[in-house]
Structure formats: C-alpha cells, structure tokens
Nanobody, 128 residues
Framework: QVQLVESGGGSVQPGGSLRLSCAAS????????MGWFRQAPGKEREFVAA????????IYVGSVKGRFTISRGNAENTIYLQMNNLKPEDTAVYSC?????????????????????WGQGTQVTVSS
C-alpha cells in the first residue's frame, strides 16, 4: 500500500505564492509518476500538473502554465508544486496523486482514473 501526504496549503492574497509538497511512502520500489489535481466547490476535479518518474517530463493545464511549476525533490517520490501569481480562480482543494508507470520515462497521466493512489487534499484559498 502507498500513502500520500500533502502539505503547504493555506490562504494568500491574489498575486501571492504558495508551495505544496507531497511525499509518498510505503511499498513502492519504483519511481512513481505523480501529479496534482484540484477541485473547487461545485466543480469537477481538474488536472493541474504532472511529472514523470524521472522528472524529465512535466505537463500542465493551460490555465497554470507560466505560473505553476511541478518538480521532484531529492527524496524519492516526493514532489512539489510551486504556485506563483495566484488568482482567486485557483481556489480549490489540491490533491496529490501517484501512478505506477510502465517505465520511469513514460509520460505521466492527465486523467484521474489512471492514478492508483491519492492524498487527502489540502485547501488553497486565494482572496483579498
């Protein structure tokens, strides 16, 4: 079993920054593809960003390109989401997800159903 623990959410004014962290633990034995999704009240879960097992491939939803950066940490199967120039429409519960890829170089998934493990979520609120 794999557990994902997120941290780093909070409240910030428009234009501010936050960094989310996600650490995977358990019986893993591989480099996981990992991603971030978000869900605002009354809306469907939305893909935000994902990174391959090697860290060489990153993908983003268009609305966050140039503002958010996903990266892998030095600890294996730890990722970060640096969020800059935050907007009120970024307000949501952000959840980390992980997938056991066929290969560490495989492109990470964008679709929630392709992820095997999920964190509990962390609230991000952007408001003046």
């Amino acid at each position: 079993q794999v557990q994902l623990v997120e941290s780093g959410g909070g409240s910030v004014q428009p234009g501010g920054s936050l960094r989310l962290s996600c650490a995977a633990s358990g019986r893993i034995f591989t480099k996981l593809s990992m991603g971030w999704f978000r869900q605002a009240p009354g809306k469907e879960r939305e893909f935000v960003a994902a990174i391959s097992g090697t860290g060489l491939t990153t993908i983003y939803v268009g609305s966050v390109k140039g503002r958010f950066t996903i990266s892998r940490g030095n600890a294996e199967n730890t990722i970060y989401l640096q969020m800059n120039n935050l907007k009120p429409e970024d307000t949501a519960v952000y959840s980390c997800a992980a997938d056991r890829p066929s290969s560490p170089v495989a492109d990470p998934p964008r679709v929630p159903t392709e992820y095997d493990y999920w964190g509990q979520g962390t609230q991000v609120t952007v408001s003046s």
